[in-house]
């Protein structure tokens, strides 16, 4: 097993050939079983290793996105570990883009099945000491090339059953699909943990802090009154901000992560800022919900499932 960094998260990789190594990642994470695990392959032309009856899209996509944030499900190939993919015909591939992911990849001359080095259900690591305060021993080794340039998990697209599916919106924006895919959108059914889950990844509570989450959505001015209100009601609580909002409400006492100026550096630092904020044991995060274009649509998954649905109109 070795944590390594790629553009979106720190990934726990191993050999994806390897039913007993891939049962450490599992083990490791305290992952459930039915949660399958995305494969990563150097370059886009080794994907009928992995997948089989791979559609002219999925190379169309591979050629326009790869290496990048796209993760396609495709019909997974005989030799992949029934663990790997959770027992589904199908199996999530992706070719990272980065330089230590792409040399770790080439060395070890395998695909390496990798989901991010977190704690299952936990915010996703950004840096590698985040892999090393959720997992610890649990890893042998760590690959350390310091904080992730995008900060969010990929997009992820199934190509299995006719229509092409946003899965879940990350790294490469929805906009950005609709070039090659016209008239795709993202319409998410989430799940509580009382359903049985007929879909990988869609539990609606994931990506989370040890704080509650509340997130507020409106326009600027009441988006502030209301965090405003919220942290007087609650003494022990903290705030997610862009920083236009960190301005208008320095007057307050807050425990104030800042997620930057724009969706691009919020991806950036929302994980970090959200395991800052545990780190000062605050119980409540108030957060902004962003606007849902380019890659605040991803923002807005993670922070929804991190708030377990938790939203307030104002
Ligand atoms: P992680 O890398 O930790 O974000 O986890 C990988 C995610 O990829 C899973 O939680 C699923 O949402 C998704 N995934 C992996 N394999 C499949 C598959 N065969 N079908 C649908 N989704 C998948
Ligand atoms: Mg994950």
Same mark, same amino acid.
């Given at each position: 097993?070795?944590?390594?960094?790629?553009?979106?998260?720190?990934?726990?990789?191993?050999?994806?050939?390897?039913?007993?190594?891939?049962?450490?990642?599992?083990?490791?994470?305290?992952?459930?079983?039915?949660?399958?695990?995305?494969?990563?392959?150097?370059?886009?032309?080794?994907?009928? &290793?992995?997948?089989?009856?791979?559609?002219?899209?999925?190379?169309?996509?591979?050629?326009?996105?790869?290496?990048?944030?796209?993760?396609?499900?495709?019909?997974?190939?005989?030799?992949?570990?029934?663990?790997?993919?959770?027992?589904?015909?199908?199996?999530?591939?992706?070719?990272?883009?980065?330089?230590?992911?792409?040399?770790?990849?080439?060395?070890?001359?395998?695909?390496?099945?990798?989901?991010?080095?977190?704690?299952?259900?936990?915010?996703?690591?950004?840096?590698?000491?985040?892999?090393?305060?959720?997992?610890?021993?649990?890893?042998?080794?760590?690959?350390?090339?310091?904080? &992730?340039?995008?900060?969010?998990?990929?997009?992820?697209?199934?190509?299995?059953?006719?229509?092409? =599916?946003?899965?879940?919106?990350?790294?490469?924006?929805?906009?950005?699909?609709?070039?090659?895919?016209?008239?795709?959108?993202?319409?998410?059914?989430?799940?509580?943990?009382?359903?049985?889950?007929?879909?990988?990844?869609?539990?609606?509570?994931?990506?989370?802090?040890?704080? =509650?989450?509340?997130?507020?959505?409106?326009?600027?001015?009441?988006?502030?009154?209301?965090?405003?209100?919220?942290?007087?009601?609650?003494?022990?609580?903290?705030?997610?901000?862009?920083?236009?909002?960190?301005?208008?409400?320095?007057?307050?006492?807050?425990?104030?992560?800042?997620?930057?100026?724009?969706?691009?550096?919020?991806?950036?630092?929302?994980?970090?800022?959200?395991?800052?904020?545990?780190?000062?044991?605050?119980?409540?995060?108030?957060?902004?919900?962003?606007?849902?274009?380019?890659?605040?649509?991803?923002?807005?998954?993670?922070?929804?499932?991190?708030?377990?649905?938790?939203?307030?109109?104002?």
């Amino acid at each position: 097993m070795v944590a390594f960094p790629t553009e979106t998260v720190y990934g726990l990789g191993a050999n994806a050939w390897d039913a007993s190594a891939v049962e450490d990642i599992f083990r490791a994470k305290g992952r459930p079983a039915n949660d399958p695990l995305i494969v990563h392959v150097a370059e886009f032309d080794q994907l009928t &290793t992995v997948a089989c009856d791979v559609p002219e899209l999925a190379w169309d996509l591979g050629r326009r996105f790869w290496p990048g944030a796209l993760t396609l499900v495709l019909k997974k190939s005989a030799r992949i570990p029934a663990n790997v993919t959770s027992g589904l015909e199908t199996v999530a591939v992706r070719v990272p883009d980065h330089p230590i992911a792409t040399a770790l990849l080439e060395a070890a001359a395998v695909p390496i099945a990798a989901p991010s080095a977190n704690r299952f259900s936990a915010p996703s690591p950004t840096r590698a000491q985040h892999v090393l305060d959720d997992l610890g021993d649990a890893v042998d080794i760590v690959l350390d090339a310091g904080e &992730t340039a995008i900060g969010v998990e990929s997009t992820i697209l199934s190509l299995v059953d006719g229509m092409p =599916r946003l899965l879940r919106p990350g790294g490469v924006p929805l906009e950005d699909l609709l070039e090659l895919i016209p008239g795709l959108g993202y319409s998410p059914h989430f799940l509580g943990e009382e359903d049985v889950a007929p879909a990988p990844g869609a539990l609606l509570k994931h990506y989370s802090p040890r704080a =509650r989450l509340l997130l507020i959505r409106g326009d600027d001015a009441a988006v502030r009154a209301a965090i405003g209100a919220e942290i007087a009601r609650h003494p022990n609580s903290g705030a997610l901000v862009f920083d236009a909002d960190a301005a208008a409400l320095s007057h307050l006492d807050l425990k104030i992560e800042r997620l930057g100026n724009d969706n691009r550096q919020a991806a950036r630092r929302l994980f970090a800022a959200m395991r800052a904020l545990d780190a000062k044991g605050v119980d409540l995060i108030i957060a902004r919900a962003p606007r849902r274009r380019g890659l605040g649509l991803a923002l807005w998954d993670r922070l929804l499932r991190a708030a377990e649905g938790a939203v307030i109109d104002v």
